[in-house]
């Protein structure tokens, strides 16, 4: 006989339909129109997408359309959505129950996306040789995160549960908005140069928001805010978004957190699993204590075993005798010393005593008395011939001086070239004389004589 057929209820069909859709496609990208849109008092969404062949039922329910700032839903509107395909069992339809929106001009942002991280990649920005290890156990990390969204208070929250005592420093910044890239950019190099903001250095620096659209965490695709975290000096943690959204910043930071929450823990040290290693660690170092002082009563044990222990007075009688004799030594070499020394300074005081330059001195000054007036007369002596020669040479000069013959009575003729006139022969007519007299001089010219000669 045929076996007997498997019969399933309509709801058993539809839900193995629904399994073999949510398991064989999942989670899907799809680009449409939207058309017949309804939004209930609920807060949900319902619309139609179609294309020029097809249409597909959505649903947007109220928690994920509360996250789409900034996103148009309309009638005739393009868009591109994310979400999980399933079946609605009440009506065997098939649908997809909508995560994420974006207008379909996101695709441009899809694509410089993608071209800015191949260009830093080629850079060498993303390797992973340059990324840094984060600290252990930090105590001080910089937050760089708008201070009224719910990414601090999550980090925050997960941070001091698993560790307390970890500083925080919060640098407020604009996590949206166009201008935004250059804000957090900012923030994270002034972080990163404590100093300039009068704080204390820190371990390391987060850099965080929570999820959102694709334009919404674009701020987080600049490239001036992927060079300042890749240029950080201090190692940088990228959390910014859910796990499935990924920015440049997470590629260039040190490290990639998928959430905020998930940054908190990987900077954070479970408390009962540190007090647990805290535990064994002191559990070996008592046990390695207890062997060091055991090791250390026998090494005792042994010394009180030796004579220095056993007869301690004997030990010390021969210490006592050996200092006394060189307290002897020491008295007999140190006189002896002292006496050859004394006798060696006496016999070199006599040898000064017996040569003073005293009784040298005395003879050299008066030795130097009489060569002073020796020299005084010496000197008087030559003055008094110097100034008698001076005197009779003084009355030669004076008997041959031309003032003293033109005294006597006598008168000097020169010639018109100054020149003394010596003899009548050498003057011609017409030559004019100057004749000089005791009180003064003459003009005068040579007259022709009247024997045809000169006078």
């Not at 590629?251 to 990639?256: E, G, N, Q, T």
């Amino acid at each position: 006989m045929a076996p007997e057929p498997v019969v399933l209820s309509v709801g058993a069909l539809t839900r193995r339909i629904r399994e073999l859709l949510e398991n064989g496609l999942g989670e899907v990208w799809v680009e449409g129109e939207v058309s017949n849109l309804r939004r209930q008092a609920s807060g949900h969404v319902y619309f139609t997408l179609k294309d020029a062949s097809s249409q597909l039922a959505c649903v947007l329910f109220a928690g994920q359309a509360a996250q789409l700032r900034g996103i148009k839903i309309a009638d005739g509107v393009q868009v591109q959505i994310f979400g999980q395909i399933t079946v609605y069992e009440a009506r065997g339809n098939y649908q997809i129950i909508v995560r994420k929106v974006q207008e379909r001009g996101v695709g441009a942002l899809q694509a410089k996306f993608e071209e800015l991280k191949r260009t830093l990649a080629a850079e060498g920005l993303f390797d992973a040789g340059r990324k840094r290890p984060l600290p252990k156990f930090p105590r001080r990390i910089g937050v760089v995160t708008s201070p009224t969204g719910a990414a601090i208070r999550d980090f925050l929250n997960v941070l001091h549960r698993r560790q307390r005592g970890i500083a925080v420093v919060i640098y407020p910044v604009r996590v949206q908005g166009k201008g935004a890239a250059q804000e957090i950019a900012e923030a994270v190099r002034e972080l990163g140069d404590a100093a300039c903001l009068g704080i204390e250095p820190l371990d390391v620096i987060v850099v965080t928001r929570g999820g959102g659209s694709l334009e919404d965490l674009w701020e987080f695709n600049e490239e001036v805010l992927a060079r300042a975290v890749a240029a950080s000096p201090v190692p940088v943690v990228s959390a910014v978004g859910h796990e499935i959204d990924f920015t440049i910043s997470d590629f260039s930071a040190d490290v990639r957190a998928p959430t905020p929450s998930a940054a908190a823990e990987i900077l954070s040290a479970d408390s009962a699993e540190l007090l647990g290693h805290i535990a064994q660690l002191a559990s070996r170092l008592r046990r390695s204590v207890e062997s060091r002082l055991e090791a250390i009563r026998h090494l005792i044990e042994g010394f009180l075993r030796t004579a220095l222990f056993s007869e301690p007075a004997r030990a010390v009688r021969e210490d006592q005798q050996n200092l006394d004799r060189l307290s002897e030594d020491l008295d007999r070499t140190g006189s002896s010393w002292f006496q050859e020394r004394r006798l060696v300074l006496e016999r070199a005081a006599g040898v000064l005593r017996a040569r003073s330059p005293e009784k040298r001195i005395s003879e050299a000054q008066h030795t130097l008395a009489n060569s002073r007036v020796a020299m005084k007369q010496r000197c008087d002596d030559g003055l008094q011939r110097l100034r008698s020669r001076l005197e009779k040479n003084a009355a030669v000069l004076a008997a041959l001086s031309p003032s003293s013959a033109l005294a006597r009575g006598y008168t000097l003729t020169f010639g018109a070239d100054g020149k003394l006139i010596r003899s009548a022969v050498s003057l011609s007519a017409g030559d004019a004389l100057v004749t000089k007299f005791p009180d003064g001089s003459v003009r005068s010219v040579v007259a022709p004589s009247s024997s045809g000669g000169s006078a």
